[in-house]
């Protein structure tokens, strides 16, 4: 096994853990915003570090400036998305959920 091979799998390990994490928290939480922060991890570690494993088994090139790429605008879209999609849902609902604790 080499180097990279070690690194591709330690990055993929780390990145499927933070989704399996993320869906175990998202089934178990219970109220939307709750499970809104769930979702935030799947998209700003999850995400990123898969597709960085990816590329780093790929090799260098073009394949793997473009999985990098992906993983970046994940990395910087995902916090956007979560916020826009809070932002909705408490227009949406103007009572508020309250906290489940």
Do not use: N, W
Not at 9 to 16: K, V
Not at 35 to 43: E, F, G, K, T
Not at 86 to 94: A, C, E, F
Request: hydrophobic content about 50%.
């Amino acid at each position: 096994m080499t180097g990279r091979h070690t690194a591709a799998l330690t990055l993929l390990s780390a990145g499927c853990a933070a989704l399996l994490l993320a869906g175990a928290a998202f089934a178990r939480l219970r109220g939307r915003y709750l499970r809104l922060h769930a979702l935030s991890v799947a998209s700003t570690l999850g995400v990123p570090l898969t597709a960085a494993a990816v590329a780093v088994e790929t090799g260098p090139g073009r394949a793997a400036l473009k999985l990098l790429l992906i993983g970046a605008l994940v990395l910087t879209t995902g916090p956007v998305t979560t916020m826009a999609i809070g932002r909705l849902t408490v227009h949406q609902d103007p009572s508020r959920e309250e906290d489940p604790r």
